[in-house]
C-alpha cells in the first residue's frame, strides 16, 4: 500500500488505488508481488543496505517492459523522446533507475519497517551520512519527502477538487490498515520474522511470473517488438542488472556487521506517532492541492524540472552502485 502511496498515486498514474477495480486488483497485486518478492531475496540472501535494495528496485522497475510496454512505447502520447536498441531511453532511465528502485521500493519499504515492526535494519543499512541525519532530523527529511510527493501529483491531476480527494482519502484508507496492523500486534515482529522464507520465495517467484505473462499478453500485446528490436535490448538489461544484484547482495554479506549502524544511537531512528502520521499525510494532502491550484500555469517548468532531476538522480545512483559492487569485481579477477 506503501509503495502504491509513493508510485502511483504521485505520478498520476492511479489516483485512487483503493477506491477502484483497476487499483485494488490490478495495481496494488502488482507491486505486493514485487515489494515481498524483492524484500525477501535481500533479506534471505544479503544484508538490506541501501545498494542491495536499490539494485532489488532496478528490476523491479523493469516490469514497465513486458507488463506495461512503456519501456518500448512511452508513457507519452507522441511516444518516446529517443530511442536506441528500441528502447525509450530517458522513460527507462526515469522508471528503472529513479522512480522504482527509491519511490517503489527502498523507502515504502524503510516506511514499512518504522511504521509496521519493531525492528530498523534498513536504517542501519543506509549510507553513514543519511543515517546519522535521519535520526537527528526525522521531521525535515520526511516533511521534505511528503512535500516532494505532492509536488509531483498536481501536474497529471484532472482538477483541485480530485487532488484533495485523492491525498486525504488514500491517506485515511492507509491510516485504517496500519490501525488494524498495529491493535492486532504487528509491531511485535520484525521485518525479517514477517517476510516469507525460501518456500515462499519460490512460491512468490511463480505467482510473479504468471501475472508477468497474463498481464503481459492482455495488456497491448501488439506492443510488445519483434526481438531485435527492441526485445534484446531489454533481455540485455535484464541480465545487467540481474548480474549487478548477485554481486551486491555478496558485498552486503562480506559487510562487519559491526559497521552496520555506526554512528547511529540505539534505538528506532522515528518513533512511531499517531501525530506524526496524520501530520506527514496532512502535509502531502495540502502541497498537491495548493500546487494543483497555484501552479498548473507552470506546469511545463515542473515537467522539464523534476524529469531532469530524475534522470540524473538515476544516473548517479547506477554509478554509485557500480561502484558498491566493484570491489567483488576486482576478486573475481
Known amino acids: 500500500m506503501i509503495s502504491v502511496m509513493f508510485v502511483e498515486v504521485p505520478a498520476g498514474s492511479t489516483?485512487?488505488?483503493?477506491?477502484?477495480?483497476?487499483?485494488?486488483?490490478?495495481?496494488?497485486?502488482?507491486y505486493l508481488l514485487h515489494s515481498v518478492f524483492f524484500a525477501a531475496v535481500v533479506f534471505r540472501f544479503g544484508r538490506p543496505n541501501f545498494w542491495t535494495l536499490y539494485a532489488a528496485g532496478t528490476l523491479y522497475g523493469m516490469y514497465e517492459a513486458y507488463i506495461t510496454k512503456v519501456l518500448w512505447i512511452s508513457f507519452r502520447p507522441e511516444g518516446p523522446f529517443v530511442t536506441l536498441g528500441g528502447i525509450a531511453i530517458f522513460e527507462t532511465i526515469l522508471l528503472v533507475l529513479f522512480l522504482h528502485p527509491l519511490l517503489a521500493f527502498v523507502l515504502p519499504m524503510l516506511f514499512t519497517e518504522i511504521l509496521c515492526t519493531n525492528s530498523f535494519e534498513i536504517v542501519q543499512g543506509l549510507p553513514a551520512r543519511a543515517r546519522i541525519s535521519l535520526q537527528k532530523h526525522p521531521a525535515r527529511w520526511v516533511g521534505l519527502l511528503m512535500a516532494f510527493l505532492g509536488l509531483m501529483q498536481f501536474i497529471n491531476s484532472p482538477s483541485v477538487t480530485q487532488s484533495f480527494i485523492s491525498g486525504a482519502g488514500n491517506s485515511l484508507v492507509l491510516?485504517?490498515?496500519?490501525?488494524?496492523?498495529?491493535?492486532?500486534?504487528?509491531?511485535?515482529?520484525?521485518?525479517?520474522?514477517?517476510?516469507?522464507?525460501?518456500k515462499g520465495i519460490r512460491i512468490l517467484g511463480i505467482a510473479l511470473l504468471c501475472w508477468y505473462v497474463f498481464w503481459g499478453i492482455a495488456i497491448k500485446p501488439a506492443a510488445?517488438?519483434?526481438?531485435?528490436?527492441?526485445?534484446?535490448?531489454?533481455?540485455?538489461?535484464?541480465?545487467?542488472?540481474?548480474?549487478?544484484?548477485?554481486?551486491?547482495?555478496?558485498?552486503?554479506?562480506?559487510?562487519?556487521?559491526?559497521?552496520?549502524g555506526a554512528g547511529v544511537a540505539p534505538g528506532p531512528p522515528i518513533q512511531f506517532s499517531w501525530r506524526g502520521f496524520i501530520m506527514a499525510c496532512a502535509l502531502a494532502t495540502i502541497v498537491t492541492t495548493i500546487s494543483r491550484l497555484l501552479l498548473i500555469p507552470f506546469a511545463m517548468v515542473q515537467v522539464v524540472l523534476m524529469f531532469t532531476f530524475y534522470v540524473v538522480t538515476g544516473i548517479g545512483l547506477l554509478a554509485a552502485l557500480l561502484t558498491y559492487i566493484m570491489p567483488n569485481l576486482s576478486c573475481r579477477k
Open 175 to 198: 491510516g485504517m490498515a496500519l490501525l488494524w496492523w498495529r491493535k492486532s500486534g504487528g509491531p511485535a515482529y520484525s521485518l525479517r520474522e514477517l517476510l516469507p522464507g525460501l
Open 224 to 260: 510488445i517488438p519483434g526481438i531485435l528490436h527492441g526485445q534484446l535490448t531489454i533481455w540485455l538489461i535484464y541480465a545487467g542488472l540481474i548480474f549487478v544484484f548477485h554481486l551486491s547482495l555478496r558485498r552486503s554479506r562480506s559487510e562487519p556487521l559491526e559497521n552496520l
Open 15 to 30: 489516483m485512487f488505488p483503493f477506491f477502484t477495480i483497476w487499483g485494488m486488483f490490478v495495481v496494488l497485486p502488482l
